[in-house]
């Protein structure tokens, strides 16, 4: 039979889009439904379908997304961004009862790596490699610099600096709020991506070097077969409790995987994974759909560059229009 599968957020995740796509083909058909609050954004006319709906803060939002989902008979929800993760973490057994899967971490998993001087203090305090944090107030007068220093939660790399003095630390202190300063990193920075049942189980597991990096996406990487990568994404899939797409951002210094970022989602890179053989929205469709889908850890093409370039959709202004959600259930009236 059919499935159906309902991407948030959808933005300029086109390739997303289209591997999910492909993914549902596999299952005699389907389709891919987009929601977002802007008709201008590219995944919307690459979807089969697209709905506009309140911000994922606004109170109505779960309520959008659920009455849409009832409409549409879909099977699996992919949440994209962080802001949502944990309001769908707390609601994946209310989509269950209407034979919904939602591809996203149990809600204590997602606010704990919303937090990233909270993510690297559980880590290092389980043994794991990751990036020394302290608050602002709490810097060791004797630290040694460079140091790191960016929102505590965020993404794309939006207000981050390197700090190289006493001054710069007091005034990027100041400057970005509700920071946490990390060690500065040094050596070659990584992504790794993760897939894991909806037990927790890792089945795909692919490292890619970030050889040039724009607005906190990969531009320029390839995908690096390392054993020492692959191994701490299967640590810290024993060490937290993960459903979905995963992404671990790491450095590795002295050839040892220091981490500094866990992102419980699919990452801006993910068209490279799955172009090397890792094919992350494939194996979430045939787990929605109920097939076995045995682990396929270190399975994937190395050393596959990806070299990204900008494209355009091009639409006649006139015609440019995203049908509103109207509201006329709320979650507790369709129980």
């Avoid at 990036?131 to 981050?160: Q, T």
């Avoid at 970030?210 to 701490?232: K, N, Y």
């Amino acid at each position: 039979m059919s499935l159906n599968v309902l991407i948030t957020a959808g933005s300029r995740r086109v390739p997303l889009v289209r591997a999910f796509q492909r993914a549902v083909a596999n299952h005699r058909g389907g389709n891919v439904i987009v929601t977002d609050v802007n008709p201008l954004s590219p995944s919307v006319h690459a979807a089969n379908r697209a709905y506009k709906v309140p911000l994922s803060a606004a109170p109505g939002y779960l309520d959008a997304i659920l009455e849409i989902c009832l409409g549409e008979r879909v099977s699996l929800v992919v949440p994209t961004i962080d802001d949502e993760l944990v309001l769908f973490g707390r609601a994946v057994a209310k989509f269950r009862e209407h034979g919904i899967r939602v591809a996203v971490s149990p809600a204590q998993t997602s606010e704990l790596c919303e937090d990233k001087y909270a993510t690297c203090r559980y880590l290092r305090d389980r043994g794991i490699a990751a990036a020394e944090s302290w608050l602002p107030g709490a810097v060791p007068a004797d630290v040694a610099y460079p140091l790191f220093i960016k929102p505590r939660r965020g993404r794309g790399s939006v207000g981050a600096f390197a700090v190289r003095s006493d001054r710069e630390l007091a005034f990027f202190s100041d400057y970005v709020p509700d920071a946490v300063v990390q060690t500065y990193l040094e050596g070659p920075e990584y992504t790794i991506d993760m897939l894991c049942d909806f037990a927790g189980q890792p089945l795909s597991i692919v490292p890619r070097l970030r050889d040039v990096i724009r607005a906190g996406v990969t531009d320029r990487g390839r995908t690096v077969h390392d054993p020492a990568l692959i191994q701490v994404a299967r640590v810290c899939a024993a060490t937290l409790q993960f459903a979905g797409a995963v992404n671990i951002q790491c450095r590795l210094v002295d050839g040892r995987p220091v981490i500094f970022e866990i992102n419980p989602r699919f990452s801006g890179g993910i068209p490279l994974t799955i172009h090397a053989g890792a094919d992350l929205p494939r194996m979430l469709v045939d787990l929605a759909a109920g097939l076995r889908v045995p682990p396929a850890i270190g399975r994937f093409r190395d050393n596959l560059w990806m070299a990204s370039y900008e494209t355009s959709v091009f639409l006649d202004g006139s015609k440019v229009s995203l049908p509103e959600y109207q509201p006329s259930l709320a979650i507790e009236d369709v129980a």
